[in-house]
């Protein structure tokens, strides 16, 4: 039993040495594959209010040594307020973009309209990735601040709410008038 | 009554009149029943005052003035729709079967007027109601959207929209009236309808999600309309971003009140039930 038990041991541990090897490769290539794009915005913070449409720009570097050819970047939006419902597709309908190649030491500009929808603290990025999608690389935030929810102003709603029924009431008096005149 | 009023001004040549000159005759008659009766202008009474405790509330109540202006004129606009669709509907489910169950119907197709030209008279006067609404509706929607300028493009949507899903409900009005021997069977057929077709828009936004979701939004056209002005306002979408979400009530628009109109060809007094 012993020696069957160090046989196993002597199997597993180059087996698991090897498994950690293989990771750290990995990870050390992924590294290096993310290290390659750096992604930037123009804009760190902006106050918006509903309604009001935002245009800000996101630039693609590549800092390795190998072209980078069909990346894909996408626009990211989200609340960090719970109680704030963000659909990105009403924020903004064209949020995915296909880059052109960027050469090494290169980059590309991206532009990236979005209109502010609902009022709460947002954060906006872009994430960039191959066209494996073996890495993701993201831009810094971009903080927006939609406030001033606009509510209604209820002065001067009682002489709209109450002269327009009292209009079609006297409509229809003059029109009950006139039947009985024509009986 | 609109039909005794049309023998009278029916030609009496024997020779029929012409399409375009009967239905015209059948319009008016039709219009003058409906607005000088007081009949539309009551119902236009319902209408505003509906609007106006929808918009007093909307102003002045904490839990709906908590609405973000764009929605609060979204609402009033959606609402506007809404009811101008029912009162539409309203009158044209009357039209042939209320005809028929006052026992006028006999004589109204015993005048030269072709059967398709009574039908689209009264589709028109039907429309003309959905016009009056609107005009009334327009001063709330400006008032509650006059701080965003969302007016214009409320406006030209609600008109679009509105007018779309009113050719449509004339259409559906006009079937089932066609079809009714009673006009309580017609009226509650035709409010059915318009309750079905109203459904799916309000609809949990967790049920609309996905293809199948979607497919019955955008295959609704009460829903499609509604949730174009929707994206319309609240989102601040251009007139032309979602214009998809407009076909199916277009097509229901124009083919609806095509079929009440093939069908009214053949209009005539049905059996009374038991005889």
Partial sequence: ?183 | MADLDAVDAAPTTGTPATSAGSTWTVAEQELRDLWLSGRGVAMLLAYTVLLSITTYLIATNQELNFLEQREAVSLTLQLAVAVGGLLVVLVAADAVSGERERGTLESLLLTPAPRRSIIIGKGIAAISLWIGAFALAVPYIWWIGRDVGTFGVAFVGGLVVGTLLALALTGIGLLISTFSQSNGLSLALSFVVLLALYVPHQMPAEATRGWAGELVLKLDPFSAGLLYLERLIVNSHSLSQDLGLLVVPALCAVGLPAVALLVGGRLSLLPRSGS
């Fill in chain 1, 1 to 183: 039993m012993r020696a069957l038990a160090r046989i196993g041991v002597a199997c597993a541990l180059p087996l698991a040495l090897l498994t950690t090897y293989d990771a750290a490769a990995a990870s050390t290539e992924s590294a290096i594959v993310a290290g390659q794009v750096v992604v930037e915005l123009d804009q760190r913070e902006v106050a918006a209010s509903p309604g009001q449409k935002v245009t800000f720009e996101s630039t693609v570097r590549n800092t390795g040594d190998r072209p980078l050819a069909d990346y894909v970047a996408h626009l990211n939006i989200l609340s960090t307020d719970k109680s704030v419902y963000v659909d990105p597709e009403d924020w903004s309908p064209k949020r995915t973009q296909f880059l052109d190649e960027i050469r090494p030491g290169g980059s590309t500009t991206l532009s990236w309209d979005v209109r502010a929808v609902t009022s709460g603290p947002i954060l906006l990025f872009v994430s960039v990735t191959s066209p494996t999608a073996d890495t993701v690389s993201s831009s810094g935030p971009l903080k927006m601040t939609v406030g001033g929810q606009r509510v209604v102003n209820a002065g001067g709603v009682l002489p709209l709410v109450l002269w327009m029924p009292a209009g079609v009431l006297a409509l229809l008096g003059a029109t009950s008038v006139r039947r009985r005149r024509h009986r």
